[in-house]
């Protein structure tokens, strides 16, 4: 059985869940304590994944690390139900999609929760207003993207999944979705009523 070094809080494993549940593979969980540092103070860890990073997983003898490398591993392995268009073109917007959701709108995501953890006294007011405007911009861009679709290049993708793990705490963040965003509604609402996005509420 596949085992998948996690923490459930952390939002590339929990894409990678996502996927798991989609493609209904079996798997283990390893729960690693990121607020302890076991991520970087356990060396066999460590020997999985040298930057000391979750998600990690393990398909037999193949140790594969990184969200995205790791979906795209179950996608090329486990083919079914496709998460991935045939299109090379449609292929390449996933990616595309999925890099800007890494590197934007995710830390943005995760800037404003880490400000919110801090006591209300210590918060920078300046810099939650800075990254929860970045927030509303990426979902502006995205009604382009989703505007007559179902998902963002389509068919439900792994550019969807990219983006659950922030769209899921948006109200927990003071971030609301403009009802003028009526793509971006609809395509949220679509995603909740799946079960894998269901099952990652719950965990």
């Known amino acids: ?26 798997y283990e969980t390893v729960f690693v304590d990121l607020r302890t ?8 860890f460590l020997k999985l994944n040298p930057y000391g990073k979750v998600p990690v997983l393990i398909d037999e003898d193949v140790v594969v690390y990184d969200s995205t490398i790791i979906n795209e591993y179950l996608e090329e392995e486990y083919p079914h139900p496709a998460l991935m268009p045939e299109d090379s ?4 917007r996933v990616r595309t999609l999925e ?5 934007s709108f ?17 918060q920078d007011a300046e810099r939650l207003q800075r990254y ?13 993207f989703v505007s007559g679709k179902e998902f963002l290049v389509g068919s439900f993708s792994l550019a969807d999944v990219a983006f659950v793990p922030a769209l899921l705490i948006l109200p927990r963040l003071g971030v609301e979705v403009d009802p003028a965003l009526r793509g971006v509604t609809a395509w949220i609402n679509r995603l909740k009523q799946r079960d894998s996005i269901k099952a990652l509420e719950l965990s």
């Open 106 to 122: 995710l830390p943005s995501a995760g800037f404003v929760q880490a400000e919110l953890s801090k006591p209300n006294a210590e």
């Open 1 to 26: 059985m596949m085992k998948l070094y996690d923490y459930p809080d952390c939002p590339f494993a929990q894409k990678v869940r996502v996927v798991l549940v989609e493609k209904q593979l079996e």
């Open 89 to 92: 073109g449609a292929r390449a």
């Open 37 to 44: 540092g076991e991520h970087r103070q356990n060396a066999e």
């Open 99 to 103: 890099d800007y959701c890494d590197n």
């Open 132 to 144: 929860r405007n970045e927030l509303v911009r990426g979902l502006k861009r995205l009604e382009g």
